[in-house]
């Protein structure tokens, strides 16, 4: 036992004595050792991943979430504000600002776009209707527009701020949905009429029943905007805030974001909310096929060529007629589409205004479809500025490449909810506090072509590699335990 422990601390003796000796000659294999490691970058752990996120999103982006279901309308002379625009117009100098300096990240071609969008709008608008008419309408247009848009591109910058502000609007969906359970059930607005105690508000709507329920409206102007602000949250809160977190935890969130949409009871908002669930069960059952959504793709493409050859009605009219609630609404949104689209190409380069537009008699003059209204009202150079902010911010950050895994969570929910918008505006136009979510939550997803590639540094430290000329390696020592150090090797 004593000669196995004297021989352990010769050879431990004899290993300090090599180290001292090769320290002390300036070993350069040793120096850049040293070197290496203390200049190796380290793996950099995703924010959700790491538990460094935050509880609330900025303050702007907060005040903004919360304005939304304040129903309060501000009246001053002719000026009219609701608590969504009064947020909005205060911060709107603040972000821009922000966003001319840089600070919002660089400059993208969706951000072109939508500058785009509102001066063609507003040029089209004072050829119609004139400047005075123009004025005040190209005022809150350029407000709500540009407001929300660059509100979200100046202040959601990282992925805590992503994180931050859905888990802000899951809590104000969630605070929503006992209100809109009580409404369907009393057939009456709760909130609405609280609201209105203090300041003017929106007028409660004549809402049909469905189910021997009322279509919950809460705080909204109408039920189906009120469906389609509950139906954004479904895919952030399953995937961004139930990132690592079991299913339990996940649908438990979720299904309050389901519930809160369902009391809608509008065709649009479901449909788009059962079209997230689809692609969020896709994205799942086949998370490990890197290939999952080309093969998605090759999918839709084949039935959109198959509808395109052998059906009489164009693939628009099978999708509107497919998220219909009932035949009646389906056929009011082939109505809205077929002449619609019939005004737009008969008015391509300024629209009609917000006067009337040619149509079928007896057809209702409300225009339930977001994606031909500008085009319709402003010329077809508004549409196509529209497409574009819409496909560039999506395109660009569907093909971002060098995420990490948390955020490629933060990328699929950003799509998906996007998607769940596409299908929305085919059914109902979007106006007042859910046209402002929609260019909000399209801004809110930009950070994400900010982030440099060594954010996607595995986990799991990496093989540290120099690039710099490796030294000649000094000459060895041979140690044998049993007769200490001996001549150096050649």
């Given at each position: 036992m004593s000669l196995m422990s004297t021989s352990s601390r010769g050879r431990r003796g004899v290993g300090d004595a090599m180290t001292a000796a090769l320290a002390r000659s300036g070993s350069p294999r040793l120096g850049a050792t040293r070197s290496l490691a203390q200049t190796a970058p380290q793996p950099e752990v995703p924010a959700i991943a790491a538990g460094k996120v935050k509880r609330w999103p900025p303050l702007p982006v907060l005040a903004f979430l919360v304005a939304m279901v304040i129903p309060w309308q501000i009246y001053i002379g002719s000026v009219h504000l609701s608590c969504t625009r009064l947020v909005l117009l205060v911060m709107l100098g603040p972000?821009?600002?922000?966003?001319?300096?840089?600070?919002?990240?660089?400059?993208?071609?969706?951000?072109?776009?939508?500058?785009?969008?509102i001066a063609w709008c507003g040029f089209a608008t004072v050829q119609i209707h004139g400047v005075d008419y123009a004025f005040q309408s190209v005022g809150m247009l350029f407000i709500e527009t540009a407001g929300s848009y660059f509100l979200a591109r100046a202040y959601i910058r990282t992925e805590q701020d992503f994180y931050a502000m859905c888990r802000a609007l899951f809590w104000v969906v969630a605070c929503l949905l006992p209100f809109a359970v009580v409404e369907a059930v009393t057939k009456s607005s709760v909130l609405l009429n609280f609201f209105e105690k203090f300041m003017p508000s929106y007028s409660p709507i004549d809402a049909e029943l469905r189910w021997d329920m009322r279509r919950a409206q809460v705080v909204f102007q109408h039920p189906i905007l009120y469906g389609v602000f509950c139906g954004i949250a479904f895919a952030p809160?399953?995937?961004?805030l139930g990132y690592r977190k079991s299913l339990a935890k996940r649908w438990s969130k979720t299904a309050i974001i389901v519930a809160a949409t369902f009391f809608s009871l509008s065709s649009g908002p479901m449909t788009a909310l059962a079209l997230q669930v689809g692609l969020v069960g896709w994205n799942w059952v086949l998370r490990g096929?890197?290939?999952?959504?080309?093969?998605?793709?090759?999918?839709?493409?084949?039935?959109?060529?198959?509808?395109?050859?052998?059906?009489?009605?164009?693939?628009?009219?099978?999708?509107?007629?497919?998220?219909?609630?009932?035949?009646?609404?389906?056929?009011?949104?082939?109505l809205i589409w077929?002449?619609?689209?019939?005004?737009?190409?008969?008015?391509?380069?300024?629209?009609?205004?917000?006067?009337?537009?040619?149509?079928?008699?007896?057809?209702?003059?409300s225009v339930d479809m977001f994606w031909i209204i500008s085009a319709l009202r402003h010329g077809l150079l508004a549409g196509i500025f529209l497409g574009i902010a819409y496909l560039g911010a999506t395109i660009m950050i569907g093909f971002k490449r060098g995420l990490s895994?948390?955020?490629?969570?933060?990328?699929?929910?950003?799509?998906?909810?996007?998607?769940?918008?596409?299908?929305?505006?085919?059914?109902?136009?979007?106006?007042?506090?859910?046209?402002?979510?929609?260019?909000?939550?399209?801004?809110?997803?930009?950070?994400?072509l900010a982030v440099p590639d060594k954010a996607a540094i595995p986990l799991r430290a990496s093989r540290v590699t120099s690039t710099e000329p490796s030294p000649r390696a000094p000459r060895q020592l041979i140690v044998n335990p049993r007769r200490g150090a001996s001549a150096p090797r050649r």
């Amino acid at each position: 036992m004593s000669l196995m422990s004297t021989s352990s601390r010769g050879r431990r003796g004899v290993g300090d004595a090599m180290t001292a000796a090769l320290a002390r000659s300036g070993s350069p294999r040793l120096g850049a050792t040293r070197s290496l490691a203390q200049t190796a970058p380290q793996p950099e752990v995703p924010a959700i991943a790491a538990g460094k996120v935050k509880r609330w999103p900025p303050l702007p982006v907060l005040a903004f979430l919360v304005a939304m279901v304040i129903p309060w309308q501000i009246y001053i002379g002719s000026v009219h504000l609701s608590c969504t625009r009064l947020v909005l117009l205060v911060m709107l100098g603040p972000a821009m600002w922000k966003w001319v300096t840089g600070k919002a990240g660089g400059i993208r071609i969706p951000d072109i776009a939508v500058l785009l969008f509102i001066a063609w709008c507003g040029f089209a608008t004072v050829q119609i209707h004139g400047v005075d008419y123009a004025f005040q309408s190209v005022g809150m247009l350029f407000i709500e527009t540009a407001g929300s848009y660059f509100l979200a591109r100046a202040y959601i910058r990282t992925e805590q701020d992503f994180y931050a502000m859905c888990r802000a609007l899951f809590w104000v969906v969630a605070c929503l949905l006992p209100f809109a359970v009580v409404e369907a059930v009393t057939k009456s607005s709760v909130l609405l009429n609280f609201f209105e105690k203090f300041m003017p508000s929106y007028s409660p709507i004549d809402a049909e029943l469905r189910w021997d329920m009322r279509r919950a409206q809460v705080v909204f102007q109408h039920p189906i905007l009120y469906g389609v602000f509950c139906g954004i949250a479904f895919a952030p809160t399953f995937l961004v805030l139930g990132y690592r977190k079991s299913l339990a935890k996940r649908w438990s969130k979720t299904a309050i974001i389901v519930a809160a949409t369902f009391f809608s009871l509008s065709s649009g908002p479901m449909t788009a909310l059962a079209l997230q669930v689809g692609l969020v069960g896709w994205n799942w059952v086949l998370r490990g096929f890197a290939g999952r959504w080309k093969l998605l793709w090759a999918i839709l493409g084949s039935m959109y060529l198959v509808v395109s050859l052998f059906s009489r009605q164009s693939p628009a009219q099978h999708l509107i007629n497919l998220v219909a609630f009932d035949k009646g609404s389906a056929w009011q949104r082939l109505l809205i589409w077929e002449y619609g689209s019939a005004s737009i190409a008969a008015h391509p380069l300024f629209g009609v205004g917000f006067g009337d537009w040619p149509r079928m008699d007896g057809q209702t003059s409300s225009v339930d479809m977001f994606w031909i209204i500008s085009a319709l009202r402003h010329g077809l150079l508004a549409g196509i500025f529209l497409g574009i902010a819409y496909l560039g911010a999506t395109i660009m950050i569907g093909f971002k490449r060098g995420l990490s895994d948390s955020q490629i969570q933060c990328r699929t929910a950003y799509l998906i909810c996007m998607v769940g918008f596409f299908v929305a505006g085919w059914t109902v136009d979007f106006w007042g506090e859910v046209y402002t979510a929609f260019f909000f939550m399209l801004g809110s997803g930009l950070w994400l072509l900010a982030v440099p590639d060594k954010a996607a540094i595995p986990l799991r430290a990496s093989r540290v590699t120099s690039t710099e000329p490796s030294p000649r390696a000094p000459r060895q020592l041979i140690v044998n335990p049993r007769r200490g150090a001996s001549a150096p090797r050649r």
